[in-house]
């Protein structure tokens, strides 16, 4: 599987993700030496287990065993595929059972395919690569799919998506949950001074500049309109998130961009709302939301190109 996983290391800058779920060592033991030289393997020997460490890894794949004594396959693949957050990760049951009627209600329950004991290493290994291939070429064409056209950050849509995934990540954490609103001052003074072209540069510039100041990889920075731009932080508690900002705003000035037309410097400047909370199951996301905007019009209010700070509810 080298060049297989060339592949992946090549698009998605790591190896796969396989978890094996079955109540049966025996079975573990011969898949995760089947895998373990081509993917990062996770092991799961019951159904409840199967479905925690689904959510706190996100595999690319899952061999789930049909009968096990807690939750058996069917329930947990029913599970999984009711959770946003975990619907979309393929599922292969294992079964000793080859009859038709099982893999009828495998594939209304959204599977993708069988293997049957016992192993066959050559099956075995055919039926996840195929499905990992199929798994990163979908990947590839939905992370195109939620990528902003012209500067190159996620979308708005990305956004959404991501917003409620760590709202709900950060509930299960019991973690904090900051995000940070930017809008670049006086923008349309700027594509009415320079031009269209000039303004579209200007905005590729400003999104380089957000991102390369976030240093971990689930932090993101979305474009959320026009000139706006709106920066998830899981895990940020609001000092980190002011740190942040700060580092956006000083970032941005560095670019020094010519903005003669702008009434607080004669250069490309943003003003930054932030606000922080701890999203629990009685809150909305849509209060962060609130909150962070109404901190961007205090810092608008205040003279723009600075931080200003709130805390969501």
């Known amino acids: 599987m080298d060049d297989f996983l060339h592949g992946w290391q ?16 025996v079975i573990i033991r011969v ?35 049909v009968v096990m004594d807690d939750l058996d396959g069917h329930e947990v693949c029913r599970r999984l595929k009711a959770d946003p957050t975990t ?9 000793s059972q080859d009859q038709e009627d099982d893999e009828v209600k495998g594939l209304e329950l959204g599977a993708v395919d069988f293997i049957v004991k016992p192993i066959n290493p050559v099956v075995t290994r055919a039926r996840v690569r195929t499905h990992l291939t199929l798994k990163l070429q979908g990947d590839l064409l939905r992370a195109s799919a939620l990528l902003d056209g012209l500067t190159g950050v996620a979308n708005r849509r990305k ?10 990540h950060c509930i299960r954490e ?21 031009g269209h072209q000039a303004g579209d540069g200007c905005l590729k510039a400003v999104a380089r500049a957000l991102s390369e100041t976030l240093r971990r990889p689930y932090d993101t920075v979305a474009r959320y ?19 942040i900002a700060e580092r956006m705003l000083a970032a941005v000035r560095a670019l020094s961009i010519e ?17 922080s909370v701890a999203p629990a199951r009685d809150l ?8 962070a905007d109404e901190a961007l019009y205090a810092a608008k209010l205040a003279g723009r190109a600075r931080v200003n700070v709130a805390f969501g509810g």
């Open 284 to 291: 909305s996301p849509a209060g962060l939301l609130r909150a």
């Open 225 to 243: 309109g026009g000139e706006e731009f709106a920066c998830l932080l899981p895990k940020t508690a609001l000092p980190g998130a002011v740190s």
């Open 31 to 65: 898949l995760f030496e089947l895998f373990r030289e081509s993917c990062d393997v996770f092991m799961a020997t019951s159904g409840a287990q199967a479905i925690q460490v689904c959510q706190t890894e996100m595999p690319d794949l899952i061999l789930l065993d």
């Open 174 to 194: 019991n973690a904090p949950l900051s995000l940070v609103i930017v809008d670049v001052d006086y923008f349309k003074r700027y594509n009415d001074r320079y």
């Open 10 to 25: 090549l698009h998605a800058n790591r190896r796969p993700k396989l978890l094996i779920a079955d109540d049966q060592p």
């Open 259 to 275: 903005h003669v037309a702008s009434a607080v410097e004669p250069w490309v400047t943003i003003s930054l709302g932030v606000a």
């Open 87 to 95: 619907s979309g990760v393929p599922v292969i049951f294992i079964t």
């Open 159 to 168: 956004f959404d998506e991501d917003f409620q995934a760590d709202w709900r």
